[in-house]
Each structure stands twice: as C-alpha cells, then as structure tokens.
C-alpha cells in the first residue's frame, strides 16, 4: 500500500507565505504523479497543483498561478507545495494525492492522505 502524510499547514495573514509537505511511502509506481488538492467548507474538493515524478512538468489551477510552485524530491519520496501571498479564499484543508500512471493531471488519483488545514486571516 501507499501512505501520505501532510505537514506543514497552519494559520496565516493575507498575503504571507506558508509551505506544505507530503511524505509518501510504500511502493513505487512507474510514470507516478503526484498533486496537491484542496476543499474549503461549503465546496467541492477542487485541483491546486500536481508534478510528474519522472519528467517534473508541473500543473497548477489557474487560481494559484504565480503564487503556489510544486515541487518533488524523489529521493525522499516528498512533494512540498510553497505558497505565496496568501488570499482568505485559500482557506481550505490541503490534500496529497499519488496517482500511479495515467495522463490527466487534475483527477482520478489513487491514494491519498488526510489532510493539513491552512487558514488564512483577513
């Protein structure tokens, strides 16, 4: 099995920074991603950002572009996602997510962990 464990999180003022880390462990997988999801109350669990464990190509939502960078250390097995002049809307409980092949970024992930509340003060 594969297990994710997030840290990192916290409570912050609009427009400070904060950096999450997921540690992955288990088995490997060829061609794995890996990404970043979020879900504020009330809402839907939407896509923040995601990296190839081989290539690095990385993807964020639209919402994030320019303040969030994702990044991995295969060494380690971690993926950190540091983010930047943070907004109220970022509020939310951040997910790891580790799909193991596939093409679309942005779903259909296979195990994820349990979450890391970021809060984020006006």
């Known amino acids: 099995q594969v297990q994710l464990v997030e840290s990192g999180g916290g409570l912050v003022q609009d427009g400070g920074s904060l950096r999450l880390s997921c540690a992955a462990s288990g088995r490997t997988f060829n061609n794995y991603i890996m990404g970043w999801f979020r879900q504020a109350p009330g809402k839907e669990r939407e896509f923040v950002a995601a990296?190839?464990?081989?290539?690095?190509?990385?993807y964020y939502a639209d919402s994030v572009k320019g303040r969030f960078t994702i990044s991995r250390d295969n060494a380690k097995n971690t993926v950190d996602l540091q983010m930047n002049s943070l907004k109220p809307e970022d509020t939310a409980v951040y997910y790891c997510a580790l799909k193991r092949s596939g093409y679309r970024f942005d779903a259909l992930y296979d195990y994820w962990g349990q979450g890391t509340q970021v809060t984020v003060s006006s």
């Open positions: 990296i190839r464990g081989s290539a690095g190509t990385p």
